[in-house]
């Protein structure tokens, strides 16, 4: 059985209620295996939709960062130091995070030019504290919106002829754009930010 195959049956399951749950945890596993998550939060938002696919993306992300981060300061911390090593970027931050804390943590959950996956890692070698950490997960939401947001229009993308055409709700369609043209500048915004905190804090006024 080819991929392709295999990927047509396993859709209608994960589209299922279980199947959501089980999303769940195995985009926790993904995180931690270092796996890129752009894909699977799209494949999310074209499963469940936008919000829903948010949600549970969101939930797993957490999970799997959380995980990252225990394993990167206990067991895996001299395999994490190692691998960083090749990253001159996530060194930056780990350095930075003991200056900036809470807030480097959000402008770079934010921002998705640094690979969320090793950043777990990168900030389980450093001082920030677990309690920090975990609010700064807050900051993974404006990407999550936006990536499940592509993944439910590529979902979608055969309604596109009915949009043009003038049978279906363009104004619903109007809606999901602005909504992922608002998060782009966000992320763009935050990462921005970030940039300068890690140059050793933002310009004057």
Do not use: H
């Not at 690979?115 to 404006?142: C, K, Q, W």
């Amino acid at each position: 059985m080819d991929g392709l195959a295999l990927l047509d049956q396993l859709l209608p399951a994960l589209r299922s209620p279980l199947g959501a749950l089980a999303f769940v945890p195995l985009y926790a596993l993904w995180v931690t295996l270092l796996l890129p998550g752009v894909w699977a939060s799209m494949l999310a938002g074209a499963l469940y939709g936008t919000w829903w696919g948010s949600l549970i993306v969101f939930v797993g992300a957490c999970l799997g960062a959380e995980a990252a981060f225990l394993l990167g300061r206990t067991w895996l911390r001299n395999w994490a130091r190692r691998r960083l090593a090749a990253v001159p970027k996530l060194l930056a931050i780990e350095q930075a995070v003991s200056r900036e804390g809470l807030k480097l943590v959000l402008l770079t959950r934010l921002s998705p030019a640094f690979p969320f996956s090793l950043l777990n890692f990168a900030y389980g070698l450093s001082e920030v504290s677990l309690r920090d950490y975990s609010i700064g997960l807050i900051g993974i939401l404006p990407g999550t919106i936006l990536f499940c947001g592509l993944g439910a229009l590529a979902g979608d993308v055969a309604r596109f002829g009915e949009v043009l055409s003038g049978e279906a709700d363009a104004g619903t369609w109007a809606l999901r754009i602005g909504g992922l043209l608002a998060s782009v500048a966000s992320v763009w915004l935050a990462g921005k930010a970030a940039q300068r905190a890690l140059q050793g804090g933002d310009p004057p006024a």
